[in-house]
């Protein structure tokens, strides 16, 4: 019961000192407003790049034509060589007189072209298989394997585009993801400093509480919890524009940008994780902070 005394009187006096020196906590608390949000930015921006990519990879399809004769039994016959493909995520079969009667409805130019073909066999189209991976960079050894089954005409993928849209949605991830890091980094680097400038300013205080024998931990544990509340205070408002700011952005947009191809992610809980991952910043680093800059006064 006494230790938890002890951490409730220091949380109370950690609280009041804030508020004490609020012109310094104001300046931390500042700090640590624009540098958060900065990180908010970039992490909405970083998650939705990779959601966009993924949307794309997971959309690229690998369409097989069969022979123009092929029977219907030895259509069957490749729909289980397919299954037996690794990597082979899911696949559905395109019938040429489906296919017909989907393009006849979509263009009248069509219409009037394919209309004289309601037979199977005079039907110039042909059947395909659309093919979708699980690993988009294996595209190419599936489409080579797709390509070597007997009845199989021809496979198209969008070859040396695709390797190339992997290529650049790797360097965009990886781009994204050293942003956010570095600005983690950077974050942590500018809030620490701005608080230490805070406990600097206060090394008299520091001394005092030296002289009348107060212990390292007994000096260390206020200035830390200090530290946790202008990390906490200073996490409030880039929460609540990265809540409020990023579902307004995303019903004005009706959750795309341009185009439907370009998906947003939805506000919940992608913001609530967002938010999280702020505040933990924020606390973490603002207790840091204040450790090392107390630390230096006490020689440890």
């Known amino acids: 019961m006494k230790a938890f005394r002890i951490l409730g009187r220091n949380i109370r006096d950690a609280f009041k000192s804030v508020f004490r020196n609020f012109s310094l906590s104001l300046a931390s608390i500042a700090c640590i407003v624009i540098?958060?949000?900065?990180?908010?930015?970039?992490?909405?921006?970083?998650?939705?790049?990779?959601?966009f990519t993924k949307?794309?990879?997971?959309?690229?399809?690998i369409v097989a034509f069969l022979d123009r004769d092929i029977s219907l039994e030895r259509i069957e016959e490749i729909k289980d060589e397919i299954n037996l493909?690794?990597?082979?995520?899911?696949?559905?079969?395109?019938?040429?007189?489906t296919i017909s009667s989907e393009m006849m409805e979509e263009s009248g130019d069509f219409n009037s072209i394919l209309e004289k073909y309601d037979d199977r066999e005079d039907n110039p189209l042909l059947d395909a298989f659309q093919v979708k991976v699980t690993d988009i960079n294996k595209i190419d050894e599936?489409?080579?394997?797709?390509?070597?089954?007997?009845?199989?005409?021809?496979?198209?993928?969008?070859?040396g585009m695709v390797e190339q849209l992997v290529s650049v949605f790797d360097i965009v991830k990886k781009v994204s993801?050293?942003?956010?890091?570095?600005?983690?980094?950077?974050?942590?680097?500018?809030?620490?400093?701005t608080i230490k400038i805070t406990i600097f300013s206060r090394?008299?205080?520091?001394?005092?509480?030296?002289?009348?024998?107060?212990?390292?931990?007994?000096?260390?544990?206020?200035?830390?919890l200090e530290g946790l509340f202008l990390g906490l205070?200073?996490?409030?408002?880039?929460?609540?524009?990265?809540?409020i700011g990023y579902e307004a952005l995303y019903n004005s947009f009706n959750g795309q940008i341009m185009s439907p191809f370009i998906q947003l992610i939805t506000p919940l809980p992608f913001t609530y994780i967002v938010s999280l991952v702020l505040m933990a910043i924020g606390i973490l680093v603002g207790m840091f902070g204040s450790w090392r800059a107390v630390r230096k006064y006490l020689k440890i």
Do not use: H, W
């Not at 008299?204 to 830390?224: H, Q, T, Y």
């Open 55 to 61: 949307a794309v990879e997971k959309d690229m399809t």
């Open 35 to 51: 540098t958060l949000l900065v990180v908010s930015i970039a992490i909405i921006l970083s998650f939705n790049v990779n959601n």
């Open 177 to 193: 993801y050293g942003v956010v890091i570095a600005l983690i980094i950077v974050t942590a680097f500018l809030i620490s400093n």
């Open 203 to 224: 090394k008299r205080e520091i001394e005092i509480m030296r002289l009348v024998g107060a212990s390292n931990i007994n000096i260390k544990i206020p200035f830390i």
């Open 233 to 243: 205070f200073g996490s409030i408002i880039p929460i609540l524009v990265t809540i």
């Open 85 to 97: 493909i690794n990597n082979v995520e899911s696949f559905t079969f395109e019938d040429k007189m």
């Open 142 to 159: 599936v489409a080579k394997e797709i390509e070597q089954i007997d009845g199989v005409n021809s496979v198209k993928y969008g070859e």
